[in-house]
């Protein structure tokens, strides 16, 4: 079936680096538009971003923009999230989502809705 891991350092002080690994099984992520949310305690999930499966686009909201990257390797089946200047506000348990569709800026919009999700991996930022 298809499923959806999440993997990554969790631990990081601000102003650090971190990349969040999101493995495939039980599909090509080819195909696939991949999403990038999160969500903190006592808060609503929201979106970080997204990459399309037809040209590996990105689409990400204001608060990451210049900080976050997302990229995929087809051939390891897993799509990153390379987070830079971490700001303790990042803390937060980070999950991915796919659809097979080519793009994916609708689902970060709200849209669309990705129907498959991973479990989420824990991120804290802080000295």
């Known amino acids: 079936q298809l499923q959806l891991v999440e993997s990554g350092v969790g631990l990081v002080q601000p102003g650090g680096s971190l990349r969040l690994s999101c493995a495939a099984s039980?599909?090509?992520?080819?195909?696939?538009?991949i999403g990038w949310f999160r969500q903190a305690p006592g808060k609503e999930r929201e979106a970080v971003g997204c990459?399309?499966?037809?040209?590996?686009?990105?689409y990400y909201v204001h608060s990451v923009k210049g900080r976050f990257t997302i990229s995929r390797d087809n051939a390891k089946n897993t799509v990153y999230l390379q987070m830079n200047s971490l700001k303790p506000q990042d803390t937060a348990l980070y999950y991915c989502?796919?659809?097979?569709?080519?793009?994916?800026?609708?689902?970060?919009?709200?849209?669309?809705?990705?129907?498959?999700w991973g479990r989420g991996t824990q991120v804290t930022v802080s000295s």
């Open positions: 039980g599909f090509s992520l080819d195909g696939y538009a």
């Open positions: 990459i399309s499966s037809k040209d590996d686009s990105t």
């Open positions: 989502a796919a659809q097979h569709d080519y793009y994916c800026a609708g689902y970060i919009r709200g849209d669309r809705f990705f129907p498959s």
